[in-house]
C-alpha cells in the first residue's frame, strides 16, 4: 500500500485528528496563520503541528507582477502582459505537491478547506491592496479531465472564496481544446499550448439568475476579475 492510499483511508478520522495525518491536530499556541478571515483561520486550525508547519507560505514577493518570492526571469522578459498581478500562497514543493495530489486525485475532500485557506492568505493582501474585486472566476478544466476527475478543483476553491470574502462568482470561461499536462513542458512549450485555448463561455451566470458578464458599453470602469487556479507556472 503506497502512502497516499495510506493517508488516504485516514479520511474518517474524527474532528480532533488532523485531515492530512489524521495525527492528534493539537499545536503549539503561537502558530502561524497568515489570513484574518475566521472561517480560513478554523480551517488551518484543523491541521496539526507539523503538517501546520510544512506549509512554504511565500510571506513576501520579490516581483510586483506574478508574485514569486525570488526575481523573475518571466515578467523581466515580458513586453506584454494581459493582467494585473499574479499571487501565489505557497511555494510548489513536495508537500504540497503531495496534498494537492491527495485532493486532486485521490479524492480527499477533507482537505478543500484547507487548500482554500491557503489560497485566501494570498487572496486577502489583493482585497486589501487592489480595491476588491468585482467577479471571481476559475480556470476550467478540459471536458476529458472533468469528466475522469469528477470535479474542477480550481472551481471548488474560487467558490469557496467566493462566498468567505461575500463576491460574487461568474463562470466566465471555457476552454476550446484538450491540452496534454502543462508540468510535463517547458515554457516556451507551456505559451505555444495555451494559446487560444480559452474563450469568453456563453453560460456565465451561476445558478439562481444572477446577471450575466455585462458588455464592455454597459460598464463605466474597467471590471476587476480574480481568477482562480490551483498551481501558477508560466504566464
Not at 480532533?16 to 486550525?45: I, M, N, T, W, Y
Not at 486577502?124 to 478540459?142: C, H, I, N, S
Request: with cysteine; net charge positive.
Amino acid at each position: 500500500m503506497g502512502w497516499l492510499d495510506v493517508l488516504h483511508g485516514l479520511f474518517a478520522a474524527s474532528a480532533e485528528c488532523c485531515p492530512v495525518c489524521g495525527k492528534d491536530k493539537r499545536r503549539p499556541s503561537d502558530a502561524f496563520f497568515p489570513v484574518r478571515h475566521a472561517a480560513p483561520r478554523q480551517a488551518l486550525q484543523a491541521l496539526c503541528a507539523d503538517c501546520l508547519g510544512r506549509i512554504p507560505w511565500i510571506v513576501s514577493t520579490a516581483c510586483p507582477i506574478c508574485g514569486r518570492p525570488e526575481r523573475c526571469g518571466d515578467c523581466l522578459r515580458r513586453r506584454n502582459r494581459h493582467f494585473a498581478r499574479c499571487r501565489g500562497a505557497v511555494r510548489y514543493d513536495e508537500a504540497m505537491k503531495e496534498w494537492l495530489a491527495l485532493y486532486k486525485y485521490r479524492g480527499l475532500e477533507k482537505l478543500e478547506p484547507v487548500m482554500a485557506s491557503m489560497l485566501a492568505a494570498a487572496v486577502e493582501p489583493l482585497l486589501r491592496t487592489a480595491g476588491g474585486f468585482d467577479w471571481v472566476t476559475a480556470v476550467p478544466l478540459a471536458e476529458g479531465r472533468l469528466e475522469e476527475r469528477g470535479f474542477n478543483q480550481a472551481e471548488r476553491l474560487a467558490l469557496r472564496i467566493a462566498k468567505w470574502y461575500r463576491l460574487p462568482y461568474r463562470s466566465l470561461l471555457r476552454r476550446v481544446r484538450n491540452t496534454e499536462k502543462q508540468s510535463r513542458k517547458g515554457r516556451r512549450d507551456r505559451l505555444e499550448d495555451m494559446k487560444g485555448n480559452f474563450a469568453v463561455s456563453s453560460e456565465q451566470g451561476p445558478p439562481g439568475g444572477s446577471p450575466p458578464f455585462p458588455s464592455r458599453s454597459d460598464r463605466s470602469a474597467p471590471t476587476a476579475i480574480l481568477l482562480v487556479d490551483d498551481i501558477y507556472t508560466t504566464t
